[in-house]
T-cell receptor, first 118, second 112 residues
Framework: GAGVSQSPSNKVTEKGKDVELRCDPI?????LYWYRQRLGQGLEFLIY????????KSGLPSDRFSAERTGESVSTLTIQRTQQEDSAVYLC????????????????FGQGTRLTVV | GESVGLHLPTLSVQEGDNSIINCAYS??????FIWYKQESGKGPQFIID?????DKRQGQRVTVLLNKTVKHLSLQIAATQPGDSAVYFC???????????FGAGTRLFVKA
């Protein structure tokens, strides 16, 4: 596809259940980011993948959160034993980082997955 | 740096006026500073960036100013239009790690 695609767009889950969120980045983009955005608030960095390097997991709020990415393709964010505080929009972004040898800072975002834990 | 858990400040301007959105950053090592616009129900969209060795950069109807002495970044929008109503985020980018960290956002309301 032309842009970053996230699925599902909305997810309602019961407290204690596990959820898996999916992100399809723009083809060829080596960098992939996950952010969390609570209602009316800013973007909270969760995790960053860059090519085959070890991911930067410094933003994951607890060990209930994990993410995987295979090569430079799809990424999944998994939240285990969901809590009501996990309710938020989860945004994925991808970036090429380099364009013609120059640094490219632009990250392209998906529409997000709105997670509601009841 | 990141401001998590804070409710967004709001700026209200009259259509046609110029808007100035401010951002304070914490890390002097950032190589680029970026502005993103987020409309309701959508993901953030890149507006403009500025390299850390520059003081000013202009785009279409937007100007970004960087004051490294006081670690301050601003986005100026000329002749603000209703379509400019959105949340604006500043962000820092490190070429060492190629990671983008978002700062606090500002909600811009444009009154017709």
């Amino acid at each position: 596809g032309a842009g970053v695609s996230q699925s599902p767009s909305n997810k309602v889950t019961e407290k204690g259940k596990d959820v898996e969120l999916r992100c399809d980045p723009i083809s060829g983009h080596t960098a992939l980011y996950w952010y969390r955005q609570r209602l009316g608030q800013g973007l909270e960095f969760l995790i960053y993948f860059q090519g085959n390097s070890a991911p930067d997991k410094s933003g994951l709020p607890s060990d209930r959160f994990s993410a995987e990415r295979t090569g430079e393709s799809v990424s999944t964010l998994t939240i285990q034993r969901t809590q009501q505080e996990d309710s938020a929009v989860y945004l994925c972004a991808s970036s090429s980082l380099r364009t013609g040898g120059a640094t490219n800072t632009e990250a392209f975002f998906g529409q997000g997955t709105r997670l509601t834990v009841v | 740096g990141e401001s998590v858990g804070l409710h967004l400040p709001t700026l209200s301007v009259q259509e046609g006026d110029n808007s100035i959105i401010n951002c304070a950053y914490s890390n002097s090592a950032s190589d680029y500073f970026i502005w993103y616009k987020q409309e309701s129900g959508k993901g953030p969209q890149f507006i403009i960036d500025i390299r850390s060795n520059m003081d000013k950069r202009q785009g279409q109807r937007v100007t970004v100013l960087l004051n490294k002495t006081v670690k301050h970044l601003s986005l100026q929008i000329a002749a603000t239009q209703p379509g400019d109503s959105a949340v604006y985020f500043c962000a820092e980018f490190y070429t060492g790690g190629f990671k983008t960290i978002f700062g606090a956002g500002t909600r811009l309301f444009v009154k017709a």
